[in-house]
């Protein structure tokens, strides 16, 4: 039975969340609406979005798809001209930008506002959700803390994995979860993090785990921000009483144990690949042979994890 436990460090990832432009491929401007989104025979694809009574032509290129995690050659990341091409060919390019979108037909994403097949045959999307989200359940107290991030992806193949597992903690007495991250078969990881859990480089990621119906109120609430671990790719957490993280409100007090009727991680995926996400039900009563079977999965998963691995 694992004790399961996030990294004190890494729970703090909301409190110091990094610029999303260096974090993930999300457009600067949050709350967006969305216009039209469309893509052309060159690999280039045309957003037109509101914010507020504003306008904006962002005009995106130049990734596809995401590397295995290196320490000497970079991660495939998007270009921007948010002048709707001015920038790029020093005129009005959004007006002649030729669309070429075809019906979507690749895998179903969460959190999805508009895909489209590119003239290639590979695919774009755009997600939006809210990453920076208050974590232990609090609700927001600042106002960027719920906004919704509108993030871009341009890919082939098969999307990135997330493999979670829920299972009992400290005895039976607590839940937790634990899992990895992979693309194309390979861990996801990056290679350095600040010491409140953020990547310093476009390989790194944090899973972010939301519980619902539990001990902090009613629907889905963000329990945790974990960075994945080098070189497997792998995290665990365990939903056990939590100390209030400095800056927060009541910040020193404990919040409960959020053992819920339902869990989900989502994560953004590696390069410009998109966001995914999984979701489960919670474990419930004890069962012997079931958290046997479970522990051996962890073991599996956990054997090369520097942080979870022999937690009990």
Not at 227 to 245: E, I, M, N
Request: proline share 6%; net charge positive; charged share 20%.
């Amino acid at each position: 039975m694992r004790r399961l436990c996030g990294v004190a460090a890494a729970a703090l990832v909301a409190l110091a969340l990094a610029s999303p432009a260096s974090a993930s491929e999300s457009l600067s401007d949050r709350n967006v609406r969305v216009i039209s989104f469309a893509v052309n025979t060159k690999g280039e694809a045309l957003l037109t979005y509101a914010r507020g009574k504003a306008i904006r032509r962002v005009l995106v290129w130049g990734g596809e798809n995401a590397r295995a995690p290196s320490a000497v050659v970079p991660q495939v990341r998007f270009k921007y001209d948010y002048a709707g091409g001015w920038g790029k060919y020093r005129k009005q390019y959004w007006k002649t930008f030729r669309n070429g979108c075809r019906t979507y037909d690749g895998p179903v994403l969460v959190h999805l506002v508009q895909a489209c097949k590119a003239p290639d045959g590979s695919y774009w999307a755009l997600q939006s959700w809210q990453r920076g989200l208050p974590l232990l359940g609090i609700d927001p107290w600042k106002a960027s803390q719920d906004d919704w991030e509108l993030h871009v992806s341009h890919w082939t193949g098969p999307l990135p994995e997330l493999e979670v597992h829920a299972n009992w903690t400290y005895g039976g007495d607590f839940e937790g979860l634990f899992g990895r991250l992979t693309y194309l078969g390979v861990p996801v990881h990056g290679f350095g993090s600040t010491n409140v859990g953020n990547p310093k480089d476009r390989y790194g990621r944090n899973v972010y785990i939301d519980v619902r119906d539990s001990a902090y109120g009613a629907g889905w609430k963000r329990e945790s921000g974990i960075l994945v671990h080098r070189p497997t790719g792998t995290f665990c957490h365990s939903f056990v009483p939590q100390k209030v993280f400095p800056g927060y409100p009541g910040a020193g007090t404990t919040r409960p144990a959020a053992r819920g009727e339902r869990y989900r991680v989502t994560v953004m995926g590696p390069g410009v690949t998109p966001v995914v996400q999984w979701e489960g039900g919670g474990l419930g009563r004890f069962v012997k042979s079931a958290d046997e079977e479970i522990n051996a999965r962890f073991d599996e998963l956990m054997a090369d994890d520097p942080i979870c691995r022999g937690e009990r």
